[in-house]
Nanobody, 121 residues
Framework: QVQLVESGGGLVQAGGSLRLSCAAS?????MGWFRQAPGNEREFVAS????????YYADSVKGRFTISRDNIKKSLYLQMNSLKPEDTAVYYC?????????????????WGQGTQVTVSS
């Protein structure tokens, strides 16, 4: 059984940075970050392969966010720079039992509880 615990959310001004972390227990393969703003559906942000060699990003965060992982520490990270008010959402860590890197919600069977990120203008 995989358990995921996110941390690192908070309140930041536009243009600022935050680093999210996700601690995983159990064996994980592909991992990703998703986010959900009030009134919106949960959406893909970024994903990373088991080895960390392949990464994918939503167009809205490309060039500003960086996903990475440390398999020894069993941790996933999301470095968020140049934050915008529209980045405000609950951010979720997700893990898959597949080595195929995907960007869709159904591909991920394990989810964390989420961490709030609020960007003020």
């Amino acid at each position: 059984q995989v358990q995921l615990v996110e941390s690192g959310g908070g309140l930041v001004q536009a243009g600022g940075s935050l680093r999210l972390s996700c601690a995983a227990s159990g064996r994980t393969f592909t991992m990703g970050w998703f986010r959900q703003a009030p009134g919106n559906e949960r959406e893909f942000v970024a994903s990373i392969s088991d080895s960390g060699g392949s990464t994918y990003y939503a167009d809205s965060v490309k060039g500003r966010f960086t996903i990475s992982r440390d398999n020894i520490k069993k941790s996933l990270y999301l470095q968020m720079n140049s934050l915008k008010p529209e980045d405000t959402a609950v951010y979720y860590c997700a893990a898959s039992s597949s080595r195929v890197v995907r960007t869709t919600l159904p591909a991920y069977g394990y989810w964390g509880q989420g961490t709030q990120v609020t960007v003020s203008s």
